[in-house]
């Protein structure tokens, strides 16, 4: 395998031999265009049809149908995050060449010439990710010959410690310190105490159960004169499986005596609503690296709804009421499949751009909503981040071969304040509509575009990206150069970022510093970079 060179002029020079401009590189130096969403003036049977069932509603929506109707058509999709991206020319070194990938069209039929691109999954393949990288040239690999490998499991040890330079898989060591219920909760309580409740309050409070369940019942006892309601959850589970709500403590107390263990949250029962119907986002979070750590959210999302008019007093059996999972609504006699993606403000599930654009017209202050969710993303992604940096550090080669993709689940409440439900390990990337396909088509293929793939002419060259985690190259020696190098790789990553906007590092990076158990020097580099 590589071995890092002894200096920076070997390395560059090497670069500039491997590097050769080609129009794969033109084009990512282009901005990045979508195609234009259109909306005809006809109005489609099946889209009539939706929305006459809607009009059966009373909701404020339709009082503002019509105007919400040509707002959206002329929604503006193109619209990318402001990013600053400086000026990488400076530093003499030469831009490293990545495949783009473009969005799955949902073809059956691929045919693949195998042009040295491989994929392997660690699971049973995903049609989504499967589709499009075969349609973006992979084949599928029954070896170790490959570049991506995928899985919507946990990764065993042994295939991260054989990564080679040029391998991306699809999850970090130790994620699920934030993706596990009990796991979130247990980190994001510890910063709570360690960093001032103020500043993490955006969970629901919780118990696991049953280790916590004399201070629950202590707790409790303060508040029962109010009736708080309670959710329970299996701590692993997913698909709103398992789940009770109640206010009723020996509910709660019954489940003692099953062997599972449970998180039990308190419920919050004034969330916002949308045509009387309690909904919740779906956010797409990338990290790209840990370290440096790199954490992206994606412009486009889903807004999920629940199919019965939602009322705090309402049985709370009925999970149709209460819960907003895609998986328990779809099984309502008025859940309503979307079947234009272009309309993706009707049925069930809506677009987030298109839940923004109704939350605007609205007069709902939907950039501070928006603002806090970012907030807690990061501060959510930062109450693990050393547990990943150092799993990675004793168990990856290479500071490039991970990446992952949360499911981040966020309910606004009628004050407009975000909590965090949970952070998913392996977001659904099932299509079972139109509107799916879009919105996760050109999310993983902005992902796959932003990780960098490396193209097989590079795979052997040596790069600083080539360095091992666990190798003794001199950093202090090559400081320099090496912090050119890492400034030059965020900043072309921030170049293929697509609908993926950077959320940290940004200009105010320096606000989060205080919540880190150690101040990473590749953090440190790129906040003072940024200032
Ligand atoms: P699962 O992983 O089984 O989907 P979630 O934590 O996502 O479990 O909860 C399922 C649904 O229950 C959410 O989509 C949301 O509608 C509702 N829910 C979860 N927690 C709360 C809470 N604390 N207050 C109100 N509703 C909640």
């Not at 910063?191 to 019942?217: C, D, R, V, W």
């Not at 589970?237 to 009770?244: A, P, V």
């Not at 107390?253 to 609503?273: A, E, F, G, R, T």
């Amino acid at each position: 395998m590589n071995s890092p060179s002894d200096s920076i002029d070997d390395i560059i020079s090497l670069l500039n031999k491997h590097y050769r401009p080609n129009s794969n590189q033109e084009q990512q130096s282009q901005q990045y265009q979508r195609p234009k969403p259109s909306i005809g003036n006809v109005m489609l049977p099946q889209i009539k049809q939706q929305l006459n069932v809607l009009s059966a509603i009373p909701n404020t929506y339709n009082n503002n149908q019509d105007k919400f109707k040509r707002k959206a058509a002329s929604l503006n999709r193109q619209q990318q995050p402001k990013q600053q991206i400086k000026d990488t020319n400076l530093f003499q070194i030469p831009m490293t060449r990545y495949l783009t990938f473009k969005p799955y069209s949902g073809s059956t039929d691929i045919i693949i010439n195998d042009v040295g691109y491989y994929y392997k999954f660690g699971s049973s393949p995903i049609k989504l990710v499967k589709g499009l990288l075969e349609e973006n040239g992979f084949k599928e690999s029954n070896d170790k010959n490959w570049t991506m490998y995928w899985s919507s499991c946990a990764i065993k040890s042994e295939i991260y410690t054989n990564l080679f330079a040029y391998q991306k898989v699809c999850h970090f060591p130790k994620s699920y310190e934030m993706t596990r219920k009990d796991l979130m909760h247990r980190n994001i309580s510890k910063m709570q105490i360690n960093h001032g409740f103020i500043n993490f309050n955006f969970i629901p409070k919780t118990y696991i159960l049953p280790a916590e369940m004399s201070y629950f019942l202590e707790e409790h006892e303060k508040i029962k004169n109010n009736n708080p309601v309670y959710i329970c959850k299996p701590h692993a589970s997913s698909q709103g499986k398992g789940i009770f709500i109640t206010d009723k403590i020996q509910d709660i107390l019954n489940k003692q005596n099953s062997n599972n263990s449970y998180v039990v949250s308190h419920y919050i029962d004034k969330p916002l609503l949308i045509n009387n119907l309690k909904f919740d986002l779906r956010i797409y979070v990338a990290i790209s690296c840990i370290n440096p750590l790199r954490i992206y959210i994606y412009q486009d999302g889903l807004a999920r709804f629940a199919t019965e008019a939602y009322n705090s007093d309402s049985v709370k059996q009925n999970r149709f009421v209460h819960l907003t999972n895609y998986s328990v609504n779809k099984d309502s006699p008025n859940f309503i499949a979307n079947q234009d993606p272009t309309l993706d403000y009707l049925g069930s599930k809506w677009s987030l751009l298109a839940l923004r654009e109704y939350l605007k017209l609205n007069k709902i202050n939907e950039q501070q909503i928006f603002e806090r969710i970012e907030d807690l993303i990061i501060k959510t992604i930062i109450s693990v981040e050393s547990a990943i940096f150092q799993a990675c550090e004793m168990n990856v080669p290479f500071r490039s071969n991970c990446f992952s993709l949360f499911g981040f689940d966020v309910l606004v409440d009628s004050l407009l304040k975000p909590w965090l439900l949970e952070v998913n390990f392996s977001p659904s990337l099932n299509i079972d509509a139109p509107l799916d396909l879009k919105i996760k088509g050109e999310m993983l293929a902005d992902l796959f575009t932003l990780i960098g793939i490396v193209p097989l002419d590079q795979r052997f060259s040596q790069d600083l990206s080539y360095v091992r985690n666990q190798s003794n190259y001199d950093f202090k020696k090559h400081q320099q150069e090496f912090e050119k190098y890492i400034i030059k790789e965020t900043e072309e990553e921030l170049k293929r970022s697509r609908g993926w906007k950077r959320l940290y590092p940004s200009d105010s990076s320096s606000k989060y510093t205080k919540y880190f158990e150690s101040d990473r020097p590749l953090n440190a580099l790129l906040r003072n970079y940024y200032k």
